[in-house]
């Protein structure tokens, strides 16, 4: 007995940079890859020649890299079964459509779109699905070559045979069946020559080995299309799997007015990969436990039995919670390396890791330690206005105390405070919160302790010194 290794793949087109559409696909192939103990092929269909540009090609692979989402197979890893862009492969399919037209499976169509725009209106009209009325089906050699003399470049269909139910178990929705009347002859090679997308996909799906296939629900009506085509070209077939659709609060598909979906925006903006990977592995996919995973853990768990077939409705909320996850559990050299740009200098060298420490739990975003950067760090800096106000509201002496006890004890905490407490009578949040205000402009934030330990002593006296100017005729 023999068991097949299984092997995913994920087929992007370089027309634009990867959106969280893509990437989700791209993670439940790797995921599905590592929990069986297989490898993550990676193409590039690049047959779209007008909008295919090589710098999409370097960013999706940098993209998925960052991501941690590793292939096994495929451009500058190298493989089996080169080339790994479709734009290389016309000798391929050349071949396979000649031996379909040999067998009178595939002929030439010289329809013009405005005939064939006219014949869909004319049968939806008439209450019929729209497919092709197979015009040049039977043209005989005498008749094409005709039309070749005109100048007419054809395409090339496929015939569909007639009365055929095309079936397969999804690996997402169960079983699936389709008629092939309702098909009816389709195009497999496009008019200038180039392969249509269904036909290339399957071919190369069938010669680089893939065995399980998870892609987007809205491919699955090529599905029936390309394992006629297999089954025809005597191919063997994958076992597909449709994932339902990510949707935004509308319930209609996905839209960049919603937010940033590119990779290249969310990194841009600072997400982190590992909030990016555990968001999207539970996005039209369950796990038994709600928490934090890693790469190998969301493998580990990832069961197609787990895939749903409602659309996954994104939420910016959970994608946020997992960026909040992400940022505490980050190491404190991968943490500082991330924000580092964004602090711009203002963070002395040897507060570094002090200062990672203080503001991780106040941060999600690079622009917030840049933010806190300014406030411990900072010249120039205007004071919240609910600070201002508490700092207007608190008796000018409190802070007249405030730098007396400061001047003793500099930025010693608990003695600090506890001489504070002493000199004023006052305690909690009423001692803590202007002093806090004074300090850093906010009411809330980082650990007071480590703000004190962590702002250097002529800016912490000058700022309880300015904190006393307000009060100071009253």
Not at 451 to 474: C, E, H, N, V, Y
Request: aromatic content about 8%; overall charge neutral.
């Amino acid at each position: 007995m023999t068991t097949t290794t299984c092997k995913t793949r994920f087929a992007p087109s370089p027309t634009g940079y990867l959106h969280l559409g893509n990437v989700r696909t791209a993670l439940f192939n790797a995921l599905l890859a590592r929990r069986q103990g297989g490898a993550l092929l990676l193409r590039i269909e690049d047959t779209d020649r007008e909008r295919s540009r090589p710098e999409y090609v370097a960013a999706l692979l940098e993209d998925l890299r960052w991501l941690g989402l590793d292939w096994q197979e495929g451009p500058e890893i190298g493989g089996p079964h080169p080339p790994y862009a479709q734009s290389e492969r016309t000798a391929i399919y050349a071949d396979y459509y000649q031996r379909l037209e040999a067998a009178d499976q595939a002929y030439p169509c010289f329809c013009t779109p405005a005939e064939l725009a006219l014949s869909r209106k004319t049968q939806l009209a008439a209450g019929r699905p729209p497919r092709y009325a197979g015009t040049c089906a039977r043209l005989g050699a005498a008749q094409q070559q005709a039309w070749r003399e005109r100048g007419v470049q054809p395409t090339l269909r496929f015939r569909t045979p007639p009365g055929q139910a095309v079936q397969f178990t999804d690996l997402a929705r169960g079983p699936q069946q389709f008629a092939s009347d309702d098909i009816g002859d389709f195009i497999i090679r496009r008019a200038d020559g180039g392969p249509q997308f269904f036909f290339a996909n399957a071919v190369d799906d069938a010669l680089m080995g893939i065995t399980h296939l998870l892609r987007g629900e809205d491919h699955l009506s090529n599905t029936p299309r390309q394992l006629l085509l297999l089954a025809a070209l005597d191919l063997p077939a994958p076992q597909y799997g449709h994932l339902a659709l990510i949707v935004g609060a509308d319930s209609g598909p996905l839209s960049k007015r919603e937010g940033h979906f590119s990779v290249r925006e969310l990194r841009a903006a600072g997400y982190r990969p590992e909030a990016l990977l555990n968001y999207l592995a539970r996005l039209g996919h369950s796990y038994e436990h709600d928490h934090w995973m890693t790469l190998t853990e969301l493998a580990d768990g990832f069961a197609l039995e787990r895939l749903g077939r409602a659309p996954a409705r994104y939420d910016e909320a959970q994608l946020l919670r997992w960026q909040s996850e992400a940022v505490q559990r980050a190491a404190p050299e991968s943490l500082w390396a991330w924000l580092e740009a964004a602090v711009d200098g203002d963070v002395p060298t040897a507060c570094r890791e002090a200062f990672i420490a203080a503001v991780r739990p106040n941060i999600r975003f690079p622009a917030d330690a840049a933010f806190w950067a300014k406030r411990l760090f900072g010249a120039e800096w205007t004071p919240s206005v609910d600070s201002q106000a508490l700092i207007a509201q608190t008796d000018s002496v409190f802070f007249s105390h405030a730098l007396a006890a400061y001047a003793e004890h500099g930025a010693v905490y608990q003695p600090l405070i506890e001489d504070l407490k002493r000199r004023t009578g006052v305690k909690g949040k009423h001692l803590l919160m202007p002093l806090r205000a004074a300090l850093t402009g906010e009411l809330h934030g980082p650990e007071l302790a480590r703000i004190l330990a962590l702002m250097p002593a002529d800016r912490a006296k000058q700022r309880l010194a300015a904190a006393i100017r307000p009060g100071a005729d009253g």
